[in-house]
T-cell receptor, first 115, second 111 residues
Framework: EAGVVQSPRYKIIEKKQPVAFWCNPISGHNTLYWYLQNLGQGPELLIRYENEEAVDDSQLPKDRFSAERLKGVDSTLKIQPAELGDSAVYLC?????????????FGEGSRLTVL | QKEVEQDPGPLSVPEGAIVSLNCTYSNSAFQYFMWYRQYSRKGPELLMYTYSSGNKEDGRFTAQVDKSSKYISLFIRDSQPSDSATYLCAMSPQGAQKLVFGQGTRLTINP
């Protein structure tokens, strides 16, 4: 079974440019998460989807960040315009809703460098 | 003050040693306690899961939760070089929906 797939793995852009990250969760997983991981820190939740509905986006900086999960499967996270402080790893994760023991399945992440 | 505190290390021990990793927390609503392992340039993967208080053992790994002290631990016995990674504690009042991660402890096992 394929795991969570993210692309691109690495992205280097100049500040004020837009960037987008894509995530394909594990088949059948209703819940999808986007996390931000700064260097030397633990992941921090940006947004959580239940199917196509964003049920927790309280930590998403909505002035420059947006996300969507069309048809309740793949998801895209966008930053426009990017700032120097956005340099980090953006992790996508998915999980089952029922019987949820707290296991998140993470992708390998998209590493963003803003110059 | 962060909800979850974890010593970032780095921690370096010889192969075969017993490793102890710890986290403290402040939110008494936390009921689910997990340890994730993250290899360099990879995503975290679940290592151990415990609900409420008590101990759980899985092979060389033992997780302990002391809710009265708001303290959780992960022990690794007979440590191997392949255990070298960053270990993240995580906890939640509601399964995976509200996970709060610690900073992570970077561990190196030297052959």
């Amino acid at each position: 079974e394929a795991g969570v797939v993210q692309s691109p793995r690495y992205k280097i852009i100049e500040k004020k440019q837009p960037v987008a990250f894509w995530c394909n969760p594990i088949s059948g997983h209703n819940t999808l998460y986007w996390y931000l991981q700064n260097l030397g820190q633990g992941p921090e939740l940006l947004i959580r989807y239940e199917n196509e509905e964003a049920v927790d986006d309280s930590q998403l900086p909505k002035d420059r960040f947006s996300a969507e999960r069309l048809k309740g499967v793949d998801s895209t996270l966008k930053i426009q315009p990017a700032e120097l402080g956005d340099s980090a790893v953006y992790l996508c994760a998915s999980s089952l809703v029922r019987g949820n023991t707290g296991e998140l399945f993470f992708g390998e992440g998209s590493r963003l460098t803003v110059l | 003050q962060k909800e979850v505190e974890q010593d970032p290390g780095p921690l370096s021990v010889p192969e075969g040693a017993i490793v102890s990793l710890n986290c403290t927390y402040s939110n008494s609503a936390f009921q689910y306690f997990m340890w994730y392992r993250q290899y360099s340039r990879k995503g975290p993967e679940l290592l151990m899961y415990t609900y409420s208080s008590g101990n759980k053992e899985d092979g060389r790994f033992t997780a302990q939760v002391d809710k009265s002290s708001k303290y959780i631990s992960l022990f690794i016995r007979d440590s191997q070089p392949s255990d070298s990674a960053t270990y993240l504690c995580a906890m939640s009042p509601q399964g995976a929906q509200k996970l709060v991660f610690g900073q992570g402890t970077r561990l190196t096992i030297n052959p």
